[in-house]
């Protein structure tokens, strides 16, 4: 889109932190139980109740601190943020506010044409709350429920600057902060479910000037799609209202997937005063830098680090790299099949272009439960490798793998499908098939190449596609008359 | 003869372990009591009695069976209404909480159970412990034992007549600016609040989180100690109650005071008070000098500053602790809402009474944007001079002596205006500020036969000498033996 | 401030509420009085970091302990009105 206004947005990222248990209560942080289910007098603000901080939910944050080179602060602490609404029992979020976890990081995405620094501003912890059930739209709902098993559940916060310049590079940040969450194991990073919520800042201004304009707060973008849809729509409209001299006002709009659109929610002239003021129930917490490099001795290598080493060491491609990084299991299950069969272009072939399709998605834990295990992959490229098997059986032993959970040996011992590579037995079955094809062998003598092609298929499928099509070849050419 | 009913906790296991008397015993006679005494007084606002015989039948069993589970097996005990009960209706003296029935105990109250002590009901206080008289419960107002005309002090009022009245061994209290420790003045009984974080507040209704703490009502600082002992440790489910050892308090008692140091705070015996409470908590001193202690002048210069102080950061956090309170979850709910926020605001201005109106207000304010900084900020800051005053006095001094509260218990109705109320506390105050353990002990009485109190305030976690004193103070006084002249007019009720 | 706070006061309660607050913010003003500048706020009275707990389940309470003081619901829920937008 041609005009003359610079965009400016600025990402909120919630990600739910996999911890066993909430932020500050002994509840299980599930998702999917039966309402009401997984809550305590702590997690439903009960009279009486207190928090106590999860030792787990802080690491996992300073680990994630880390990964996008943050400083961590030493002193930082909790805080209480005020406002009313249902979904939250005690109409005050514990978060934090002025002292948060970690600030100062960043993150460098490639949006083309080249890669850029987009600054972090902060990365927090705090409360989610629970889940607001209507009877049909909001709007038109006479009454709604509340099920609190959410409530309490350990969120991450991780605020960047604003940086990004178009909807395409808030997708690619996105997606790199999702990769570095679920790389490392802080985060499940299932959009659908909502362990990843996304919420959008965004202006525009003319090209040159340095100060921003009116920015408009979007929130639910609650998918790469959404999150580059709603910020088109947002330009457009915003664009729009720029040329005609229309004043944006400052507010949260609310992203209609299926109208798309945004829809305002609620004017900043009526913004909340959330009167924040430190958590007193909770002691501040004392980052020392001991405690630091303990987390950091655990952080697992990073995507980027780790595509890089996969381009230099495994001779892939960026673009193989950068798949086969989006997961760390997938990572690790590459790695470890590369290791075992020696051959890792192969490897990653397969990896990507049949385990991939198999899975019931990328996401991590369907390759932790994989059926093939990474040595057998190995073991069926070994097959192909030797000569038992041809690429084309290789396919149907792959399925049945995966189907079984068998090893690649097992299936073509057990089904017959080792190649037929004896000159004899295949010889006999080239006589057949040249029998047959007398006016193929015509065309060929007469120069038409392609008739070759078809008689291998011929044998092929004779041989029910144990042939040897290496052998088969050089037998068909032995015995077709020269040309 | 309300024989056991006299007795202090520790007498009464002493009777126990003789066979001399049963715990059954003990909670008949004191639910008996309360029948015919609570009418007048009125510091119960639930009583428990099936499952007060039930328990007690268990403590006979231990007893007999030689296994009993400490020394408040079997004691008869109650507790204010801010501390959770699983299946007892617990209100915090508020309308909105008036059907509230918590699915937990209170840490505190679990560790009673696992004790052994009976629990014979829930007490009387100002809604959601604010105030100093009971006259901000939502309920009724309690009185005081020795005159029924006079409020028992507050907002723990219930808890200290109770023990006033013999209507129980021991009870619970909290304090969060002297709610404990003005109505053990004003009701002539021990009341100790211990440093902030030595009682766990898990299950304590909350007014102010940083001010909060548990604490008991006794007849003497032995009983305290037992009282202490019991509910006195680190919480998993409490991060501000803080692991420091807890010692034998008991244990401690006998040791005497000779060569203590005591400090006595020149702005607490400011103009207008009490003539007569001044006199008595000077005689008091005088007292244990006799005992081997040397006194010396202490200056607390932050005092007046402190009250200020507190009325910022208490209403502050009593907004966001009461922001819950909204028909969603528990409660009251008001009926007839147009919607959600109509909701909200119909319950809570039907659900709160005045005085806590005007705190979440006061609250809602200090916090609001561009107050902040002037108010709550500048208030906790001056909790720092506060805490400092403390910590140069407690350079120089073990132990600090005052008078509890300016004044004896007022008649009912007689404080009419929030500020003078507020007044009442200047003594109490500083002390939460500085999250340090105190207690007040009877100290004498004035002519016309008020109880007067006497504060002792120790340095952080050192309960352990603020009894030792107490009960040396005791040994040489009767103060504390004294009861109300309750019984003969209403034994023939009882009877009825 | 009593919308802030989600009270609903009678005309003639904000009056008196009002003079109340006055009342009691003029004797909280002597705060101002005191030079803070080198002083650092008090939020603990006792000074304790890094109190956490293991991430380790503690069991819930059962739905209906937890809903037994709902003042209304919709099945295993909390039921609320109409919620509007401020
Ligand atoms: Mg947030
Ligand atoms: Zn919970």
């Known amino acids: 889109m041609m005009n003359n206004y610079e965009t400016i947005i600025g990402l909120e990222v919630h990600a739910q932190l996999s911890t066993v248990t909430k932020m500050f209560c002994g509840c299980r942080a599930v998702f999917g139980a039966a309402p009401n289910t997984a809550t305590c007098p702590v997690c439903q603000g009960m009279p009486g109740s ?218 900043k002239e009526f913004a909340h005063d959330y009167r924040y003021f430190p958590e007193p129930d909770l002691p501040p917490l004392d980052v020392q830098p001991a405690w630091v490099e303990e987390v950091r001795a655990r952080l697992p290598e990073l995507p980027e680090a780790r595509r890089a080493r ?116 295949l010889g006999a079955a080239v006589d057949r098939v040249l029998g047959e094809h007398a006016k193929v062998v015509e065309d060929y003598r007469a120069g038409k190449k392609a008739a070759l092609g078809f008689l291998v298929g011929q044998v092929m499928k004779a041989t029910q596609g144990k042939a040897n099509p290496a052998l088969a070849n050089r037998l068909l050419i032995e015995k077709l008359p020269k040309v | 003869m309300a024989a056991l009913a006299s007795l202090t906790a520790h007498e009464l296991g002493a009777r126990y372990r003789s066979g001399e008397a049963t715990p059954t015993q003990a909670a008949t006679e004191y639910l008996a009591r309360i029948e015919a005494l609570d009418p007048e007084v009125r510091a119960f606002l639930t009583v428990t009695r099936e499952a007060a015989l039930r328990r007690a039948a268990e403590a006979d069993a231990r007893f007999k069976a030689g296994a009993p589970l400490g020394p408040l097996d079997g004691v008869p005990v109650a507790l204010k209404d801010v501390l959770c009960t699983r299946g007892i209706r617990t209100t915090s003296g508020s309308k909105i909480l008036e059907r509230f029935v918590p699915p937990y105990d209170a840490t505190v109250v679990a560790r009673l159970f696992a004790a052994g002590a009976v629990l014979l009901g829930k007490l009387n206080m100002d809604e959601f412990a604010m105030g100093s008289s009971t006259e901000h419960s939502a309920f009724f107002t309690t009185h005081n034992p020795w005159d029924l005309a006079r409020v028992p002090g507050g907002s723990s009022g219930g808890a200290a007549a109770a023990v006033a009245a013999g209507m129980a061994a021991l009870t619970l209290g909290t304090d969060t600016g002297g709610s404990i420790r003005q109505p053990a003045a004003f009701s002539g009984v021990l009341g100790m609040k211990p440093t902030y974080g030595r009682v766990s507040r898990y299950g304590v209704i909350a007014f102010a989180s940083s001010l909060d703490q548990v604490g008991p009502f006794a007849r003497d600082a032995e009983d305290a100690a037992l009282m202490l002992g019991v509910i006195a440790g680190a919480d ?261 | 401030m009593a919308r802030l706070a989600r009270l609903d006061l009678s005309a003639a309660d904000k009056e008196r509420m009002r003079s109340e607050l006055d009342k009691i913010l003029g004797y909280i003003d002597k705060l101002r009085a005191l030079d803070t500048r080198d002083v650092l706020p008090t939020s603990h009275a006792v000074p304790v970091t890094n109190v956490m707990r293991d991430d380790v389940e503690r069991p819930s309470l059962p739905a209906e302990d937890m809903l037994a003081n709902a003042p209304d619901r919709y099945r295993e829920m909390f039921r609320v009105p109409r919620i509007i937008e401020e």
């Not at chain 1, 194991?185 to 919420?199: F, I, K, Q």
């Not at chain 1, 057998?376 to 793998?401: H, P, Q, R, Y």
């Not at chain 2, 034998?248 to 607490?268: H, K, M, N, T």
Request: proline fraction near 6%; charged fraction near 25%.
């Open chain 1, 310 to 425: 996969f381009q230099a060491d495994y001779a892939l491609s960026v673009y193989e790299a950068d798949l086969l990084t989006q997961g760390r299991s997938l990572a690790d299950y590459f790695e470890a099949a590369a290791r075992a069969a020696g051959k890792p272009k192969s490897v990653a072939n397969w990896v990507l272009n049949e385990l991939l399709r198999e899975l019931p998605a990328a996401a991590d834990p369907a390759i932790e439960d994989c059926p093939i295990p990474p040595a057998n992959l190995a073991g069926l490229l070994a097959l192909i490798d030797d000569g038992t098997i041809s690429g084309k059986i290789a396919k149907d032993v792959f399925e049945k793998m995966y189907r079984s959970g068998d090893t690649a040996q097992a299936i073509v011992s057990r089904e017959g499908l080792t190649q037929v590579a004896d000159e004899g037995a």
């Open chain 2, 236 to 496: 998993p489910m409490d991060a501000t109650a803080i692991d420091v050892p807890v010692p034998d308090y008991r244990a401690a008692l006998g040791q005497g005071i000779e060569g203590l140091r005591l400090g006595v705070p020149a702005e607490y015996f400011m103009d207008g008070m009490d003539p007569e409470v001044e006199q008595a908590v000077r005689t008091a001193i005088a007292t244990l000098e006799k005992l081997g202690a040397r006194t010396e002048p202490v200056s607390l210069p932050h005092t007046e500053y402190g009250l200020a102080a507190y009325y910022v950061i208490a209403p502050a956090e009593a907004s966001s602790n009461l922001a819950r309170y909204d028909g969603v979850k528990y409660g009251l709910r008001a009926p007839g809402a147009r919607d959600l926020i109509d909701m909200y605001s119909k319950t809570r201005a039907a659900g709160f009474g005045a005085e806590v109106k005007r705190r979440v207000m006061l609250g809602t304010y200090v916090l609001s944007a561009g107050y902040y900084d002037a108010y709550y900020g500048q208030a906790q800051k001056v909790r720092t001079l506060v805490r400092r005053d403390f910590e140069q006095a407690f350079a120089r001094v073990d132990l600090i002596v005052a008078p509890t509260t300016p004044g004896v218990a007022f008649k009912m109705g007689e404080r009419e205006d929030p500020l003078q109320m507020y007044l009442n506390d200047i003594f109490t105050i500083p002390v939460n500020l500085a999250g340090l353990p105190g207690v007040s002990i009877p100290g004498g009485f004035t002519q016309a036969g008020l109880p007067i109190g006497l504060q002792l305030i120790a340095p952080a976690f050192d309960e352990a000498t603020l009894l030792r004193v107490a009960h040396a103070y005791q040994t040489v006084t009767d103060w504390h033996t004294r009861r109300p002249a309750l019984d003969v007019p209403t034994a023939d009720r009882a009877l009825r």
């Open chain 1, 50 to 267: 207190l928090p106590f901080i999860n030792r787990r939910a802080v690491e996992f944050g300073i680990m994630t601190a880390l990964a996008i080179g943050c400083e961590i602060n030493a002193h930082n602490r909790f805080a209480r943020k005020h406002y009313y609404y249902p979904d939250m029992p005690k109409n005050y979020q514990i978060s934090q506010y002025e002292e948060p976890l970690a600030e100062h990081g960043r993150l460098i995405v490639d949006a083309g044409p080249g890669p850029r620094e987009i600054g972090i501003q902060r990365v927090h912890l705090e409360e989610d709350v629970g889940k607001l059930l209507h009877e049909g739209a909001l709007e038109t709902a006479q009454s709604s429920s509340v099920d609190y098993n959410r409530a309490g559940v350990p969120l991450m916060e991780i605020v960047s600057t604003p940086d990004l310049r178009s909807p395409d590079e808030a997708a690619v940040y996105l997606r790199a902060l999702r990769a570095i969450v679920v790389y490392l194991g802080v985060c499940d990073g299932n959009m659908e479910e909502g362990s990843l919520r996304c919420d959008a800042n965004i202006s525009l201004r003319p090209r040159g000037q340095t100060e921003y304009g009116t920015k408009v707060e979007i929130k639910n973008l609650n998918s790469f799609r959404n999150v580059r849809d709603a910020l088109e729509h947002e330009i457009k409209r915003q664009t729009r209202a720029l040329e005609t001299n229309e004043r944006i006002v400052q507010e949260t709009r609310l992203w209609d997937p299926d109208r798309m659109v945004t829809v305002s929610m609620r004017s």
